[in-house]
């Protein structure tokens, strides 16, 4: 605990290394902006004093408190209380983390990005002494910088949004990049017990294919089920004119036949979805061929302005 003080939020500049991000149209945002308009700012947000370089000018630098630091100015407020401490960069860093440990809404991806951090302003501290400092486990922390190996935009936005489980993230994360994509409907859509025994399986197979020296096989393509959206199946229990057609696509002339094809509807796994899937999943495959072959080019072509350079010094 340091010096209780009222700081007039103008002289408050956000941490540009912040762990979380703030969602402004978020329900919860929202209400807290509501919440101090009616009722004011209770507690205290967490800052250091800092001098700016250019002005030579004593400012304020948030440690903690970010959302109520912006909800604050959003509702009209022109100073908050404030807590001022003394911390050093490596200090403000474990301060922030340790503040939102617990915090459901903080983002995988970004948490561990300041888990990263924090190793990397001190090259001498184990994960196992980063986990003892947390309470967790070194495990826990193997786990949580393996996420950091998913670097596709997209899926990591899916990972912070909660849209691919933990679990089933870090195991995505032992594979090579480039192999996300083709897993990422199956991560959204499986439960741990069923996706983590199918990507285990695919490391085994590049990690084998590299002991042998040679590139894995390409991984194949298997239809993933998920739920088709609520408001399409009760439309699609309305109409009979599309139950026929999804009858007739798929050759089903009995009632037997008819209702395990609605729950393969239902599941995506019809003739329809399952094409639609097939043509995703080589798309995704071009896709990944193609950046290959740039990348293969770039390496080419690096190569040879490598040897000319070489051979103009030589003749020099």
């Not at 101090?36 to 030579?56: L, P």
């Not at 399986?201 to 990690?207: L, P």
């Not at 088709?228 to 004119?241: C, M, P, R, T």
């Not at 007739?248 to 979805?273: P, R, V, Y």
Request: proline content about 3%; some cysteine; glycine content about 6%.
């Amino acid at each position: 605990m340091g010096q209780l003080i009222k700081i007039a939020l103008a002289d408050i500049r956000e941490n540009p290394v912040a762990l979380r991000t703030v969602d402004r149209q978020s329900e919860q945002f929202l209400g807290l902006v509501e919440s101090i308009r009616a009722k004011g700012f209770m507690g205290a947000i967490t800052v250091r004093e800092q001098m700016d370089n250019d002005t030579q000018q004593k400012y304020y630098e948030l440690v903690d408190g970010l959302h109520r630091f912006n909800a604050s100015k959003e509702a009209g407020l022109t100073e908050i209380n404030a807590d001022v401490v003394s911390l050093n960069e490596d200090q403000v860093l474990e301060a922030q983390i340790m503040a939102n440990i617990h915090k459901v809404e903080t983002r995988p991806i970004e948490y561990t990005q300041q888990l990263k951090r924090i190793l990397t302003r001190n090259p001498l501290m184990t994960e196992s002494e980063l986990a003892s400092k947390l309470g967790k486990s070194p495990s826990w922390i193997k786990e949580r910088l393996g996420l950091l190996k998913i670097t596709n935009t997209e899926i990591a936005t899916l990972v912070n949004e909660g849209r691919i489980s933990l679990a089933n993230a870090y195991t995505l994360s032992k594979l090579p990049p480039e192999e996300h994509t083709e897993f990422v409907d199956r991560a959204i859509t499986m439960k741990p017990d069923e996706f983590v025994p199918i990507i285990n399986a695919r490391a085994k197979e590049i990690k084998e294919a590299k002991r042998q020296g040679a590139d894995a096989a390409p991984a194949e393509f298997q239809p993933t089920a998920f739920l088709q959206k609520l408001g399409d199946i009760k439309a699609g229990s309305e109409n009979s004119a599309q139950a026929n057609a999804v009858c007739q696509a798929n050759n089903a002339t009995t009632a037997a036949q008819g209702f395990m094809l609605g729950l393969k509807w239902a599941l995506h796994l019809d003739s329809a979805s399952v094409a639609a899937q097939k043509a995703k999943d080589e798309a995704r495959k071009a896709e990944r061929e193609a950046a290959k072959q740039k990348r293969d080019a770039e390496k080419a072509a690096k190569k040879l302005a490598e040897g000319a350079q070489a051979a103009s010094k030589a003749e020099g």
